[in-house]
T-cell receptor
Framework: GAVVSQHPSRVICKSGTSVKIECRSL??????MFWYRQFPKQSLMLMATSNEGSKATYEQGVEKDKFLINHASLTLSTLTVTSAHPEDSSFYICSAPLNFRVGYTFGSGTRLTVV | SQELEQSPQSLIVQEGKNLTINCTSS?????LYWYKQKYGEGLIFLMMLQKGGEEKSHEKITAKLDEKKQQSSLHITASQPSHAGIYLC??????????FGQGTRLTINP
């Protein structure tokens, strides 16, 4: 089936550095990719929508200059957390829409820890 | 925007017992998805409901969508430790966006 491969699964970085998270669609083309953030014991909060060939759309309250999203091709979307701070530590997960019946396929997530 | 309210937020049941999780929408649902997640991992698609009154089952899990298409329930029969995790309902919004309820954390005690 359609799979989204997300890397890295875990990353620890120092405050002030940037971290890039990649989501690749395998066996299908993802013109759209959704990026979510999940805090411990909380649900998934939609951060932004990336579209191949155009600018990402950010949800209200999400800093677009801090969370840079690039959808370089039909199989690759990236999220870069710039100048990371400890409060950016979270679980980030991407998702691509498939069809109405199945819905969406999700990456396995990235646990980011900023120290 | 559409809001999804899940209840309960946390549930602890004895192994073998039945349980129900509810998901209520502020707007009519045109596609309601149920997912399971173990925290820190990806989501597993369970079921999708579209029509009012629709009911689907997979193994010991049954999901229903009410006639008004604003409320869905997920029922687990004879719960097992493998059912433990976070259950999320999601609904499609415009531009294919999928928004989630707060999630229900299910713990199964042996």
């Amino acid at each position: 089936g359609a799979v989204v491969s997300q890397h890295p699964s875990r990353v620890i970085c120092k405050s002030g550095t940037s971290v890039k998270i990649e989501c690749r669609s395998l066996d299908f083309q993802a013109t759209t990719m959704f990026w979510y953030r999940q805090f411990p014991k909380q649900s998934l909060m939609l951060m932004a929508t990336s579209n191949e060939g155009s600018k990402a759309t950010y949800e209200q309250g999400v800093e677009k200059d801090k969370f840079l999203i690039n959808h370089a091709s039909l199989t690759l979307s990236t999220l870069t957390v710039t100048s990371a701070h400890p409060e950016d530590s979270s679980f980030y997960i991407c998702s691509a829409p498939l069809n109405f019946r199945v819905g969406y396929t999700f990456g396995s997530g990235t646990r980011l820890t900023v120290v | 925007s559409q809001e999804l309210e899940q209840s309960p937020q946390s549930l602890i049941v004895q192994e073998g017992k039945n349980l129900t999780i509810n998901c209520t929408s502020s707007k009519t649902l045109y596609g309601l998805y149920w997912y399971k997640q173990k925290y820190g991992e990806g989501l597993i698609f369970l079921m999708m409901l579209q029509k009012g009154g629709e009911e689907k089952s997979h193994e010991k899990i049954t999901a229903k969508l009410d006639e008004k298409k604003q409320q869905s329930s997920l029922h687990i029969t004879a719960s097992q430790p493998s059912h433990a995790g976070i259950y999320l309902c999601g609904a499609s919004q415009g531009a294919q966006k999928l928004v989630f309820g707060q999630g229900t954390r299910l713990t199964i005690n042996p």
